[in-house]
């Protein structure tokens, strides 16, 4: 039905940034040494690792010496579990606490250690998907060794408060992590403002590659690693450098801190385009997450009577790309766990559609989807048994 596409699924991955392929791809061919190696081929690529490493700690606001390159944010979360995991079995406590609403390389990870004896309690949120506080206080206690609260949502947006979240948790003595991976590039992300022991982001996220990510170590938390073998990284993180990769997120970083303030009000203004041209030309729908505290390109959006999975396919043959959901629960037709844990009804969390929107959306193609949409929402409802 169209030949143009447009892509509004940048909460799944985001188009790799030009700049970052154009410099990754002039030393793709020439940059091949092992950057662990002590002659000069290693040395070429060990400057490539140590270059991303200082613009990761410009970005994150912390020592270059905190930063440990994994394979992305499901590793980074992982290994902070795993050390979670680690300090329970040294009897450093008891128990570890995270939210309902995180991603499923945390949920799944919990269902594991859970499995494996671990006591993991979830604080809930509220409709608006915020952690609420007084709740985590309740589970809060001197026996906690971490607490693990995402900053910005994949599928809402909603932002939590880590700020006030870190100082609780360190309030009862536990170390405190929070998975920037939706963050990044879009809100001020600061290490040592928020006085975080752990961030995990990747690079697909924000322009940069993909299979590569970050996990930011206070220098006082402690540390064990989860990929054992090598003693690269300091012997925190093993297997031979992604040197290149690494390299690209180094400069998507750069970009990114450069970018920052413009790109937040320019996918902000994007997204209430979007927001309210929908609200005006599709009657009932319900519009999900904090829109107070919101990452600036996500729109979560319940339409009743309509199928989410039905929706998408139909935006698909107009060649306009968005998610149900979660991206990583694409092939079940489970609704959404985070509208779910929101309170919203399973009818409401069915008919769920999440545009994230990027750095290279326009207010054109914004203004496209506003005039496909209407006539899909109300085709679906006439045809809907419900
Ligand atoms: N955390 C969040 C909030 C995410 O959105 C994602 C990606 N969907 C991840 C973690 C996992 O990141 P990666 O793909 O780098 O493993």
């Not at 912390?62 to 979360?77: L, R």
């Not at 990452?295 to 999975?309: N, R």
């Amino acid at each position: 039905m169209s030949n143009k596409l447009i892509y509004m699924d940048n909460n799944a991955t985001t188009r790799i940034a030009p700049e970052v392929v154009k410099a990754m791809a002039e030393v793709e061919g020439s940059v091949y040494g092992n950057a662990s190696s002590m002659h000069a081929f290693g040395r070429v690529a060990n400057s490539l690792v140590e270059d991303a490493r200082k613009n990761v700690a410009d970005l994150l606001d912390c020592s270059p010496s905190e930063i440990t390159f994994t394979s992305g944010a499901s590793e980074a979360n992982n290994t902070v579990f795993s050390i979670a995991r680690a300090l329970i079995e040294k009897k450093k406590g008891s128990r570890i606490i995270t939210t309902t609403i995180e991603h499923p390389s945390i949920i799944e990870t919990v269902k594991y250690l859970k499995n494996h004896g671990i006591t993991v309690d979830l604080a809930p949120v509220d409709t608006e998907g915020r952690v609420k506080m007084d709740e985590l206080e309740k589970l809060m206690g001197s026996d906690v060794v971490l607490v693990s609260v995402m900053t910005g949502n994949n599928e809402t947006g909603t932002i939590q408060d880590i700020e006030k979240i870190t100082e609780l948790a360190h309030k009862y003595g536990a170390l405190m992590h929070t998975d920037a991976t939706q963050a990044i590039g879009k809100i001020e992300v600061s290490a040592k403002k928020w006085a975080v022991d752990y961030i995990s982001m990747s690079g697909h996220k924000f322009y940069g590659p993909k299979g590569v990510g970050v996990l930011f170590t206070r220098s006082t938390a402690p540390f064990m690693p989860y990929i054992h073998g090598g003693e690269q990284e300091h012997g925190r993180r093993a297997g031979t450098y992604n040197t290149v990769s690494i390299y690209g997120l180094g400069l998507a970083a750069k970009l990114a801190k450069e970018g920052l303030k413009e790109e937040h009000d320019r996918l902000w203004e994007m997204r209430e385009r979007l927001r309210k041209g929908i609200v005006a030309n599709v009657p009932d729908v319900v519009v999900n997450g904090c829109q107070e505290h919101c990452l600036p390109g996500t729109l979560d959006i319940s339409f009743p009577c309509a199928e989410g999975e039905s929706i998408l396919l139909m935006l698909d043959m107009y060649g306009i790309a968005v998610s149900t959901g979660s991206a990583c629960a694409t092939g079940s037709l489970e609704p959404s766990y985070v509208l779910l844990a929101c309170g919203l009804d399973v009818e409401l969390a069915h008919g769920s559609i999440r545009f994230s929107l990027g750095r290279y959306n326009t207010d054109e193609e914004v203004d496209y989807v506003i005039e496909v949409l209407p006539p899909i929402i109300k085709r679906l409802r006439e045809i809907s048994t419900r």
